[in-house]
């Protein structure tokens, strides 16, 4: 079956970095999109980035030019590097493969 397994979360200070994992198995991981979502206390969840199978990136204009998404075809792996961490950035970070979802791993900022 499709498994999503997000890493990499932690407690950060403000303009500080972390990169999450998503490590992807059961299905064929180089011809599909993934996305990352992340959801906030008490707040709807939103899309965070999304990459093609040809590497074709989007961002939600809350994280552009800080967060970088990317991908390792080799490695069955989808990345997300966060830059320059502010506290509204707290939240459960979660990889999404179409209707797949990972557990999601939480990310925190303090001020």
């Known amino acids: 079956q499709v498994q999503l397994v997000e890493s990499g979360g932690g407690l950060v200070q403000t303009g500080g970095s972390l990169r999450l994992s998503c490590a992807v198995s059961?299905?064929?991981?180089?011809?599909?999109?993934f996305a990352w979502h992340r959801q906030a206390p008490g707040k709807q969840r939103e899309l965070v980035a999304e990459i093609t199978s040809t590497e074709t990136t989007t961002y939600a204009r809350s994280v552009k030019g800080r967060f970088t998404i990317s991908r390792d075809n080799a490695k069955n792996t989808v990345y997300l590097q966060m830059n320059g961490l502010e506290p509204e950035d707290t939240a459960v970070y979660s990889c999404r493969q179409g209707s797949y979802w990972g557990q999601g791993t939480q990310v925190t900022v303090s001020s």
């Open positions: 059961g299905i064929a991981f180089s011809i599909n999109a």
